[in-house]
């Protein structure tokens, strides 16, 4: 069965510097997602993508994150310079178009990456 | 904004005791509703989605959810779990048209043998 894979599954940076995690959607997928999970709290959405633009982004979504899909296969998440409080797990997420043509359908979930900043 | 409460946060129960975990959700449009688990160590999963008509969704192992617009519910039953069963349970909620996913805080099920 075909899944979302992330990389790497841990990551830890010290304050300040860029990160870039890795995902690599379902092959046949067009919608690509980021969200996060921050140790004791809710998965919140980051961004969605769509067509090599954003489709959708929340407001923690601020100019020092920034996504991208470099090639047919990858889609990254950038964070520019690390805070302290942007530590949580990063869930990458995938989903196809839907039969309404609408990204309606059910968002497949990679494993995450766990970003530790110091 | 949307947004979504699970009012369980742990929940202990005995295998083949039966399970409602609660979901209401907060939004001022069509929505579309989904139940996800994640067992421990692996990813988040679907267990059951519902988008339109008829209110009572069937989801995998077992697993049914119940659609209530005018409480604005959606919630998670099994009538008889499984130790496999233990895990973190989330609803999430979608406004239609929309892409970003809202998630509840979760609620983590314990099933003793």
């Known amino acids: 069965e075909p899944e979302v894979t992330q990389t790497p599954s841990h990551q830890v940076t010290q304050m300040g510097q860029e990160v870039i995690l890795r995902c690599v959607p379902i092959?046949?997928?067009?919608?690509f997602y980021w969200y996060r999970q921050i140790l004791g709290q809710k998965v919140e959405f980051l961004v969605s993508?769509?067509?090599?633009?954003?489709?959708?982004k929340s407001e923690i979504f601020d100019d020092q994150f920034s996504v991208e899909r470099p090639d047919g296969s990858n889609f990254t998440l950038k964070i520019r310079s690390t805070k302290l409080e942007d530590s949580a797990m990063y869930f990458c997420?995938?989903?196809?178009?839907?039969?309404?043509?609408?990204?309606?359908?059910?968002?497949?979930f990679g494993p995450g990456t766990r970003l530790t900043v110091l | 904004a949307q947004s979504v409460s699970q009012h369980n946060h742990h929940v202990i129960l005995s295998e083949a005791a039966s399970l409602e975990l609660g979901c209401n959700y907060s939004?001022?449009?069509?929505?579309?509703l989904f139940w996800y688990v994640q067992y421990p160590g692996q990813h988040l999963q679907l267990l059951l989605k519902?988008?339109?008509?008829?209110?009572l969704v069937k989801g995998i192992k077992g697993f049914e959810a119940e659609f209530i617009k005018s409480k604005f519910s959606f919630n998670l039953r099994k009538p008889s779990v499984q130790w496999s069963d233990t895990a973190e349970y989330f609803c999430?909620?979608?406004?239609?048209?929309?892409?970003?996913?809202?998630f509840g805080s979760g609620t983590r099920l314990q099933v003793q043998p």
């Open positions: 993508f769509y067509n090599n633009e954003i489709s959708e």
């Open positions: 997420a995938s989903s196809n178009l839907g039969t309404s043509g609408r990204a309606g359908n059910e968002q497949f």
């Open positions: 999430a909620v979608k406004g239609a048209g929309r892409r970003a996913l809202t």
């Open positions: 939004y001022g449009g069509t929505v579309n």
């Open positions: 092959s046949n997928h067009l919608y």
């Open positions: 519902y988008f339109s008509g008829d209110p």
